[in-house]
């Protein structure tokens, strides 16, 4: 079965300085996306970042960016030059490649930016 | 959240009552996802529809059930409402980025539902 971890409910961080966030997954398929979703305290989810399993380079939108390494089924996102509005829940998703584009979650990451 | 609307936001119900959460969707899309977020579980998917008049179970189905009986609505029903489903509920469809092609999940803003 597929299964997205995150292991860090919490983390802090410097404002300016840069943060990764942990993100591991389980699959059997050969084709899946992974994505990171942000949820600022207003509760909307806005869509951060996509890597497609058949990306060979990392994905990168503008200060985010996903460290993809496929052999160890990590997904992690690097946040660069951290702001204060980048504080927010974070959350790891992977979508299978078929059968109805099912995407599933982590357990989300809390983000705290320190002035 | 533009283009997915769900309704109501905000609803208290007690045990036992019925009601159903609307989403609706402005952009012709086929696939349709409800999620269910608690606190340290992340969001769980409930049910989807891959087109109109179809419907699937997801990961934690027990106790709702849907219809999409036109494309744009995708209907999420509680019979009888218990407090363990006290939650936020998300709606999202599947758009396709123009810029890179991925299909990614759009949320609506989240209806919370307090079960007493």
């Known amino acids: 079965a597929q299964k997205i971890t995150q292991t860090q409910p919490g983390m802090f961080v410097q404002e300016k300085e840069a943060v990764t966030l942990d993100c591991t997954y389980d699959t059997s398929d050969q084709s899946y996306g992974l994505f990171w979703y942000k949820q600022p305290s207003s509760g909307e989810m806005i869509f951060l970042i996509y890597q497609g399993s058949y990306d060979e380079q990392n994905a990168t939108e503008g200060r985010y960016s996903l460290n993809f390494q496929k052999a160890r089924k990590s997904a992690n996102l690097v946040i660069s030059a951290s702001q204060l509005g980048d504080s927010a829940m974070y959350f790891c998703a992977m979508r299978e490649g078929r059968g109805g584009f099912k995407t599933i979650f982590g357990a989300g990451t809390r983000l705290f930016v320190k002035a | 959240n533009a283009g997915v609307t769900q309704t109501p936001k905000f609803r208290v119900l007690k045990t036992g009552q019925s009601m159903t959460l609307l989403c609706a969707q402005d952009?012709?899309?086929?696939?349709m996802y409800w999620y269910r977020q608690d606190p340290g579980m992340g969001l769980r998917l409930i049910h989807y529809s891959v087109g109109e008049g179809t419907t699937a179970k997801g990961e934690v189905p027990d106790g709702y059930n849907v219809s999409r009986l036109k494309k744009q609505n995708f209907l999420l029903g509680l019979e009888s409402a218990a407090p363990s489903q006290t939650s936020v509920y998300f709606c999202a469809t599947l758009v396709r980025q123009s810029y890179s092609g991925a299909n990614v999940l759009t949320f609506g803003a989240g209806s919370r539902l307090t079960v007493l």
């Open positions: 952009m012709n899309h086929e696939y």
